[in-house]
């Protein structure tokens, strides 16, 4: 199976996984270390954004966002981010789960 076909399966699952609800995402940004203060203060304007972290290590920002929906986060990272200078990588991973938020515990089983 070609890999462009796994991709289109891929973006369907999550699609209609995530149809109507909302996203929750963590998303790592490597950065020209030129245009890290720039970008930084860019993605902290977006609504969706609620923290946004500059670290040590692999990736230069990590962001807390949230999203009405997929598409919302998708259309985010595809057009928002990825057309900001500097910008030279960009990972996003979607919470499924969230136990612990804001030094509160979360009932994960009645989340629904």
């Not at 940004?29 to 720039?38: C, P, S």
């Not at 670290?55 to 595809?78: E, P, Q, S």
């Not at 500097?86 to 991973?93: C, Y």
């Amino acid at each position: 199976m070609s890999e462009e076909k796994v991709n289109e399966e891929y973006e369907e699952v999550i699609s209609s996984y995530y149809e109507g609800r909302g996203v929750s995402s963590i998303i790592s940004i490597k950065v020209d270390t030129k245009e890290v203060d720039h970008v930084a203060e860019t993605l902290s304007e977006s609504d969706n954004i609620e923290d946004v972290f500059l670290v040590t290590g692999d990736v230069d920002l990590i962001l807390k966002a949230r999203f009405k929906d997929y598409d919302h986060m998708k259309n985010f990272l595809l057009e928002k981010s990825s057309s900001l200078d500097g910008i030279e990588d960009i990972k996003s991973m979607m919470v499924i789960t969230t136990y612990k938020e804001r030094f509160n515990i979360i009932d994960a089983e009645n989340t629904d």
